[in-house]
């Protein structure tokens, strides 16, 4: 059931940040791989992913929400 929400929450990022939160947390590359890989500066892809986090955890909350506050 935790999985199901993770996903759901996941699928309100667009595919490149998809592939940013992957990278850094499932892969656990650093900011520079991060950056190398996607073409973008260090500074750039902490930015996104400082972002990206924010967007999740609002996507969870409002799932959550919706559901009773039920996960």
Do not use: N
């Not at 850094?24 to 991060?34: D, I, Q, R, T, W």
């Not at 260090?42 to 967007?55: I, L, N, P, V, Y």
Request: aromatic residues 2%; hydrophobic residues 40%; contains cysteine.
């Amino acid at each position: 059931m935790a999985r199901d929400l993770l996903l759901k929450i996941l699928e309100d990022l667009s595919r490149e940040d998809q592939l940013l939160v992957q990278m850094v947390f499932a892969e656990h590359c650093s900011y520079a791989e991060v950056a190398r890989r996607l073409g973008i500066s260090e500074g750039a892809a902490r930015t996104r992913m400082s972002r990206c986090k924010d967007r999740l955890v609002e996507s969870g909350r409002r799932l959550l929400d919706a559901k009773g506050g039920r996960a």
